[in-house]
């Protein structure tokens, strides 16, 4: 079974730092990745998606990589602003026994405070 | 762009009523998925169905949950006598595919159980 954890759990920044959240997972046998945004009581915003094949992808000031083999993915968010607070959450998708259902991660909390 | 559509946004029922919520998937999808969240905590699997039929379920869909694609264009999920505890974020999804695709998912229902 696929488990997903993500470091830290919260997160609080002056604006303007670079910032780095982590996501690993415990079976590399991953078909894609996804990162999603998640303002309080609303949806989830898709940020970015990185396939199997993929190291990494890029969105503006958003860089999502993929290490399969070390089970991680990190997003990268550059200069961040108050508007990026949110909870921003992992996905994955397994490619083994034909289920490509998303296994989410609990998220890291983020506040930019100005 | 086509987006996964949700009804009702908020959902209150008292505890042992049923209650059905309602989503449109993208049009040309074929998997459909619901997932839900219960406040604080992470965006859990609930179920899939392709075909006319469930694909995979979780463990938390148990004998209480049903889902139907009553129409062409419609996906429901029936909760037969709630709980307290089901009280959560209710989320839709569709993807297309073969294998499928990363599911576009919907805004949300949140129930409340009193």
């Known amino acids: 079974k696929q488990e997903v954890t993500q470091i830290p759990a919260a997160l609080s920044v002056p604006e303007g730092e670079n910032l780095v959240l982590n996501c690993s997972f415990t079976d590399s046998a991953i078909y894609n990745l996804q990162w999603f945004r998640q303002d309080p009581g609303k949806g989830l915003t898709s940020l970015l998606l990185?396939?199997?094949?993929?190291r990494e992808q890029t969105s503006g000031r958003l860089n999502a990589s993929l290490d399969k083999s070390s089970g991680r993915s990190t997003l990268y968010i550059a200069a961040s602003q108050p508007g990026d607070s949110a909870t921003y959450l992992c996905a994955v998708s397994l490619a083994s026994g034909g289920s490509y259902i998303p296994t989410f991660g609990r998220g890291t909390s983020l506040i930019v405070h100005p | 762009e086509p987006e996964v559509t949700q009804t009702p946004s908020h959902q209150v029922t008292q505890m042992g009523q049923e209650v059905i919520l309602r989503c449109v998937p993208i049009?040309?999808?074929?998997?459909f998925y619901w997932y839900r969240q219960i406040l604080g905590q992470k965006v859990e699997f609930l179920v899939s169905f392709y075909n006319n039929e469930i694909s995979e379920k979780s463990e938390i869909f148990d004998d209480q949950f049903s889902v139907e694609r009553p129409d062409g264009s419609n996906f429901t999920l029936k909760i037969r006598s709630t709980k307290l505890e089901d009280s959560a974020m209710y989320f839709c999804?569709?993807?297309?595919?073969?294998?499928?695709?990363?599911?576009?998912f919907g805004p949300g229902t949140r129930l409340t159980v009193t």
């Open positions: 049009s040309n999808h074929l998997y």
């Open positions: 999804a569709s993807s297309f595919g073969t294998p499928p695709n990363s599911p576009n």
């Open positions: 990185i396939q199997s094949s993929q």
